[in-house]
């Protein structure tokens, strides 16, 4: 890591009422005693100063924060400036900085610092990047936790059992069995079995990780002129999709973002199912097929005069659409609306809410998994498998459990290659 001086616009862009400039270094005491004009300043304390550039000129009037290493976000000195919010502002004490010798960071270099500092592991580092991708409150809750330690505590506590169990497992081969505990071998073995199960468990929830972080995925499909695209505009608040009787008028996915109960849903509303010689309509029906396939629940739609199939998938709702056309509701398993009158549509909103929250079923609880994380956690969970396969041979028993331990490590950033931090701070923005 380099000693420099890094600057960065930590509030959100364009015109506002403050910006929030953060800058982050070595020995910055001096700097900050320049901005506010004064020598003898109490550290975390407001000040309000005239910030000038280097020939006296006013660029802004601004609230002034110093934060000294390594009490502070990176770990290193940290200044905050709160400027006003206008580009013309920003720019130019951005231009001021850069005279002082400093740069502009760049993406998540604040938390690549705060993680050499031992401020953050790359656990925490993935649940702030869940935390400013937030768009509801689920999602709110599910990174702020896993931000705030969550993860990180579960991660350490299985690493360092694992390099407990592999240091008893090579201790069994040159140490006596009067010198170690007793039943030190189907010790270890319960504790691996007990790190493997609950590693698998974790695995099984990444569904429920992968949906709070990128959203529920709710596909409508069915044949053409069911009325998919009335019950997506229903659900949308909104004319989104064309809704027309004439077949096949759907083309492609339409999708929309819905929150509900502070759950993101990625609503797609798909093209009708039917044989087609219509090379642009064929196109948008292998579009549905890829759709369903990736759906976590799927709102299987049809009207009265269709036969709705029986053999249905937790995952699945079927809606009878079109009710006020029906001369009798019989069809067993189906929901019955019509988004003309309204009749229905709160029952199906209803199941609709039931399904979420069954997919959701303690994710309070649950590891904030991403692709990275899923594969070590996969590779530290197959080592366990391998370590358990060995039975009493305990040289290969240590050696599995051990590389297990080193994938939990690569989780955490304790043990990790260059590219790996690349990938992981590159998500991040400016000024985090």
């Known amino acids: 890591m380099n000693n420099e001086t890094i ?54 009037q601004c609230l002034a924060i110093y934060f000294p290493a390594p009490y502070s976000f990176t770990g290193e000195d940290v200044i905050e400036l709160h400027t006003h919010g206008a580009p013309a502002v920003i720019n130019k004490a951005f231009e001021y900085l850069g005279t002082l010798g400093m740069r502009m960071a760049a993406p998540g270099e604040f938390s690549r610092r705060a993680f050499y500092n031992n401020k953050m592991d790359l656990a925490d580092v993935d649940g702030l990047a869940a935390l400013l991708d937030a768009q509801t409150d689920q999602q709110r809750k599910h990174a702020l936790k896993s931000m705030l330690g969550h993860d990180s505590d ?71 002129n069911v009325g998919k695209s009335s019950i997506f505009n229903y659900l949308a608040g909104s004319n989104r999709a064309i809704v027309s ?24 509303d798909t093209a009708g199912l039917r044989e087609t010689n219509d090379k642009i309509e064929s196109i948008g029906i292998e579009r549905t097929k890829n759709e369903i396939e990736n759906a976590d629940i799927i709102i299987r739609v049809y009207t009265p005069d269709s036969v709705a199939h029986d053999d249905l998938h937790d995952n699945e709702i079927v809606v009878i659409n079109k009710s006020d056309t029906a001369t009798k509701q019989d069809q ?101």
């Open 7 to 60: 600057f960065a616009l930590s509030s959100g862009h364009g015109k506002s009422g403050v910006a929030v400039l953060r800058i982050s270094g070595n020995s910055l005491h001096d700097t900050f005693a320049s901005f506010i004009k004064k020598t003898d300043f109490q550290n975390r304390h407001a000040y309000f100063c005239n910030l000038t550039d280097n020939d006296g000129e006013l660029i802004d």
């Open 154 to 224: 579960i991660y350490n506590n299985w690493r360092d059992s694992m390099i407990e169990i592999s240091a008893y497992a090579a201790a069994m081969l040159d140490y006596s069995p009067d010198d170690l505990p007793a039943n030190i071998g189907e010790t270890i073995k319960v504790r691996t079995e007990k790190l493997y199960s609950e590693m698998d468990t974790a695995l099984k929830n990444y569904r429920t990780s992968r949906a709070i972080r990128g959203g529920i995925n709710v596909t409508l499909v069915g044949e053409t």
């Open 245 to 268: 009787d004439i077949a096949g008028t759907t083309r492609d996915v339409v999708s929309i973002n819905l929150d509900i109960d502070g759950f993101m849903i990625n609503l797609s």
């Open 332 to 432: 067993k398993n189906a929901i019955y609306t019509s988004v003309k009158t309204g009749d229905g549509m709160d029952k199906f909103m209803t199941t609709l809410r039931d399904k979420i929250h069954k997919i959701m079923d303690g994710a309070e609880g649950s590891l904030t998994i991403n692709a990275r994380t899923k594969t070590l956690l996969e590779s530290a969970r197959d080592e366990l498998a391998h370590a358990l396969a060995a039975g009493e041979n305990y040289d290969i028993f240590a050696e599995h459990t051990r590389r297990a331990a080193d994938a939990i490590g690569k989780i955490l950033g304790t043990i990790t290659a260059a590219e790996v931090l690349d990938k992981t701070f590159g998500q991040l923005c400016l000024g985090k």
